[in-house]
């Protein structure tokens, strides 16, 4: 493609994402100085029509970019967008709060981001271990019932209702407590199994089924540890967008938005660590497909842990959606790396 036509369908790309309305040829004249009369421009149009760039929605109406042009631009034209009024700022002060847990820090870290970006953002927590238990605890909720509490060194917290079909009284539960501690504190979960649970059983003879209901919340811990979650924040705004003034459309996209493992899906990506753009039907879902979205890789150490992702529609601010999610991706990695080194 030669500079003209680079111009002319930057300055399409441009107009389209700030307005929402289709592009005419005088539009592009007027706004855009391009030195060109408005003819030649659109000569212009007419070819990046023909090779797919463009598209023109209804008969004597502008054009509006194709998913096609959108990834020609995206490859090939945009620039990287400096962040404005503070945002870096806003960024940066958010990271500098303390927080006492894992999930905490990457539900806010979502959140912070929601709430400068206009779109739906979302976060990947990483693949892990469910970590070494640094805390056992069983709170008494009735005679035949307690809550149990386990938080291993990486900040999760696994808890879960323990029912019983005899009353134990609160210090028997207590020593319980205190012997399942005891034997389990400093071992990783992943290797808690059945030869050790014997063990514990022969302790605790009289509190088999407490035994038994700890080792099976112990198992589900590592079970769901074995899967990234997902946060999500904005969902709501795809409401603020002309495209999804469709009900229909929004119900479509809201009810896709509940399913956490195909997020997971669409944040892994296609193209492994860095930064991944995927653009309209590139997404492979019928539901999103006037959608793209945007991902980036967060590390610890130089490891990649997971992933941030910001969804909006094909129109959607790329140049500055890019910005967000790297500058956010480059600070949350800072932290897990200082975390790691304490």
Known sequence: MDERKQKVLRAIIMDYISTADPVGSRTIAKKYNLGVSSATIRNEMADLEEMGLIEQPHTSSGRVPSDKGYRYYVDHLMDEDDLVGGEKDIIRAFFTDRFNR???????????????????????????????????????VSPFQAVLVLVTDVGLVHHRTVDFPVPVSEERLKEVGQILFKRLKGRNIDDVNITLM???????????DIVDSVFEMMSDAVKSSGEEKVF?????N?????????????????????????LRELLHGKNGIGMNFSIGDELSHDEINRCSMITCTY???????GNIGILGPTRMEYARSASLIKEVAKELSNVLDHNEKK
């Open 102 to 140: 894992l999930d905490q820090l990457y539900h806010e870290t979502c959140k912070v981001l929601s709430e400068l970006s206009p779109y739906v953002t979302m976060i990947m927590t990483p693949v892990k271990s469910s970590g070494t238990l640094e805390q056992l605890q069983l709170i008494p």
């Open 238 to 262: 795809i409401l603020n967008q002309p495209e999804f003034n469709d009900v229909k459309k929004v119900k479509e996209v809201l009810s896709f938005l509940q399913d956490e493992k195909i």
């Open 232 to 236: 999500l924040e904005g969902t709501l």
């Open 299 to 305: 590390s610890i150490n130089g490891n990649t842990m």
């Open 198 to 208: 014997r063990e514990i059983s022969g302790e605790l003879k009289e509190e088999l």
